[in-house]
């Protein structure tokens, strides 16, 4: 559920009218609703209310200070891959011990930041990255807290690009060697292994693939305690697929902890969770203008003033994204249509072959679900600035990051003299 609706035809964030805040800011721009945000948090958290866990929000998704922001006084812990991201968590105060490093090339610099700034813990995902870390941490004097995420071979069933957890993917360490890189990691004198991890994809719809997954993880669980490895924490990844269109019905957050839960079946761990899209996703939406309407030999083009640079999950995934036109009117024609950016390449659409109202240049349509690996992928190619973020709360917005501008985006460069 989300604070995305018409009233009086007018599309709206909470209570503020979306073109109100085209008027104000330009376009394009995302919005993000608060209450969303921390309504879907709730729900998350509500659902495995019941154990000992700890939600590590997947920064990747959206790194929004302000949604960062939100997150944390609500109690979230963070998932982080980068330094920029461990910056981005420092900046608004989330405490290292709610903290988990995934990522297959953490560098020694990250690695270092990381370990200063005391996480609760590495998920390593090679045996050169457990070196590593032994390394700079006996430099330190410290000793780092690890989980190994383990690859455990399981089809998640979603698009080839964001599936992680099978053999020819490049994410962990192969089930059948992680046994023995424990015992390795046990008797390093610089690493304490206290998780276990895995994340096998995202987008995913059904609930099957989280329990395969978990229940191998589960096999290796044990056998590490039988040997005295004092595994405390098991972090099953995020994943959790949303509705991008109105008829999908992917698991909600209660349906797919009751799944884990059922299969954890009173192990006593602490359970840390990794969702990303599942909390951000349906809390933000793409605002753009129509500059032309084009009638080509096959098919209507609506050119809008937001591009795949602005939002490249349709380019890169084939992702289908709702196209809601911000003032509805009923007078309107169905037609079928693509929704393409300015961008100088054929894969810069938003929707292809749609049966849209039709449009006229000047008006605003929004793309929705757009909140998470909208902005967090967004990039300046052919040289446009980033748009504006904007955040509401209630009937009260802000811009919490301003369209960047030309300038900006030339300031840094020289010639080479
Ligand atoms: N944990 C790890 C280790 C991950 O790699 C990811 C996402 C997550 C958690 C969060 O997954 P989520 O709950 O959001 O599914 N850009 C793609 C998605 C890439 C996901 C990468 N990893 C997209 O737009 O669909």
Redesign the pocket.
């Known amino acids: 559920m989300d604070y995305f609706c018409y009233q009086e035809n007018r599309l709206h964030c909470e209570q503020v009218p979306l073109d109100k805040i085209a008027q104000v800011v330009g376009t394009p721009f995302y919005c993000y609703s608060a209450g969303t945000l921390e309504r879907h948090f709730d729900v998350f958290r509500e659902a495995f209310a019941s154990v000992d866990h700890l939600i590590c929000y997947?920064v990747?998704?959206n790194s929004s200070l302000a949604i960062l922001d939100i997150l944390v006084r609500r109690g979230s812990g963070f998932?982080i891959v980068s330094g920029g991201e461990l910056e981005r968590a420092r900046r608004i105060g989330c405490p290292g011990q709610r903290i988990v490093f995934?990522g297959v090339g953490k560098s020694a610099s990250e690695i270092k930041n990381a370990l200063e700034y005391g996480i609760l813990m590495f998920n390593v995902e090679s045996p050169g990255e457990l070196m590593r870390i032994n390394t700079l941490a006996g430099q330190m004097g410290k000793k780092a807290p690890i989980a190994l995420r383990i690859n455990p071979d399981v089809n998640p069933v979603t698009h080839p690009y964001?599936s992680?957890g099978l053999k020819r993917n490049k994410f962990g360490i192969p089930h059948a060697q992680a046994l023995d890189l424990y015992r390795q990691a046990a008797a390093l004198e610089h690493v304490t292994p206290i998780g276990l991890d895995c994340?096998i994809g995202?987008?995913l719809t059904t609930l099957e693939p989280f329990v395969e997954a978990l229940q191998r993880v589960k096999q290796l669980l044990a056998t590490l305690r039988k040997e005295g490895i004092a595994i405390r924490y098991l972090d099953l990844?995020?994943?959790?697929g949303i509705p991008y269109e109105a008829q999908q019905t992917p698991p909600n957050p209660e349906r797919y902890a009751r799944a884990l839960l059922a299969e954890l079946d009173g192990l006593d761990v602490v359970l840390i969770l990794?969702?990303?899209?599942?909390i951000v996703g349906n809390a933000g939406i793409l605002v753009t203008r129509v500059e032309y309407v084009k009638t080509g030999e096959e098919k209507r083009f609506i050119i809008t003033d937001a591009g795949m640079n602005d939002l490249i999950?349709p380019a890169l995934?084939d992702?289908y994204h709702t196209v809601l036109p911000v003032m509805r009117r009923f007078d309107r024609e169905e037609i079928l249509a693509d929704v393409v950016g300015p961008i100088c390449e054929t894969g810069d659409f938003f929707a292809r072959d749609r049966m849209l109202p039709e449009f006229y240049p000047g008006e605003l349509l929004a793309v929705r679900s757009t909140g998470?690996?909208g902005f967090s992928?967004s990039s300046n190619y052919n040289t446009r600035p980033r748009v504006a973020e904007v955040m509401v709360r209630q009937n009260r917005f802000a811009v919490v990051r301003p369209r960047e501008t030309i300038q900006q985006l030339l300031e840094q460069e020289t010639l080479f003299t």
């Open positions: 997947s990747k998704a998932d995934s964001i992680t994340h995202s987008q990844g995020g994943g959790l990794e969702p990303g899209r599942v999950r995934y992702a998470a690996y992928m």
